[in-house]
């Protein structure tokens, strides 16, 4: 309990992402709202959840099912995860590395879907006329990145791959817009970022790649449920997933107008949105064996490290997954 206790208070306070609206005011009005059969969805600023949410279909759709809708925005997935974890959410999204934190600290989480590999989607940065030209170089840097996020996974193996121990360099963990900014005053000397902060920071301040995640990772999407709802309500799970799959097809079809409907909330240029969304994955797939394979490894990797505090079995929360 005090190792738990210890990885939950650490995914807070880490700069893992704050949820946009409190954990303890999502507990008190997510009582109220299941009784009147709501459920509830945590979404990140960027992605097909917010799509999804954009066009309203869902809403519909589950209406015929005798449910609600009610909708979160967090800035990154780990305190997503956490949310569910103290009952606050029913479903949502992450990458790689935030279910594997969350599965570790005992989270009741489960895996219900998932998106191809995009590895160009995520990368590490660094500045503009930076002296630094390959992954080996950041040996003695500071690495500012989002602690437990899909870009974790990346510096790990991208240094291994580079023969750089990860004790090598020091991690910076910091959210988003706070390694933006120390990376802009140079605070640190690289950014391992994912879009379409990554997108936007090309853009905006010539930020260069370094090394994204081709030949390294596989850069995940996951959708995740709580095991209560996912046994208690499959036929609501299955009807957002078919949301999901809808708003997929439509985007890998139409980027631009994908830019064009995100660039309000997202507060990004479509030039820039369109850039991230050709990097991006499409097709909502059910979770399978290689996929739990590979999640098992970075779990394996990630104890080793000392990241974890105990070792998981992926497969455990992921129910049955097809061959």
Known sequence: MHARRMILKAAIAMGLGVAM????????????????????IGFQKYGKLVLLKSKGSLETRLKALGWNVKWTEFS??????????????????????????????GAPIRYVAYEPPAPKGEAILVPKGSPIKSVAELKGKKVALNKGSNVHYLLVKALEKANVKYSDI???????????????????DAWVIWDPFQ???????????????????????????????LESDPKVVDAILEGLREVDDWAKTDIKAVAEQLSPSVGLPVPVLEVALKRQAYGIKPIDRKVITEQQ?????????????????????AGTPAP
């Open 297 to 317: 490894q970075l779990a394996d990797t990630f104890l080793a490290l000392g990241l974890i505090p105990k070792a998981i079995t992926v497969a455990d929360a």
């Open 21 to 40: 609206v409190s954990v303890p005011s999502l507990i008190g009005s997510g009582s109220a709202q299941a009784q009147e059969k709501t459920v509830r």
């Open 170 to 188: 020091t991690p910076v963990f910091l959210a988003p817009a706070d390694a933006r900014a120390a990376f802009e005053r140079g605070a640190v």
């Open 199 to 229: 997108a936007a920071a090309e853009a905006a301040i010539e930020a260069t790649i370094l090394a994204d995640g081709t030949d390294t990772v596989s850069n995940y999407q996951f959708y995740l449920s709580s095991q209560k709802f």
């Open 76 to 105: 990154a997935g780990p305190a997503l995860l956490e949310a569910i974890n103290v009952g606050a959410l029913d479903f949502g999204n992450t990458g790689e590395a935030p279910p594997i934190f969350a599965q570790a600290a």
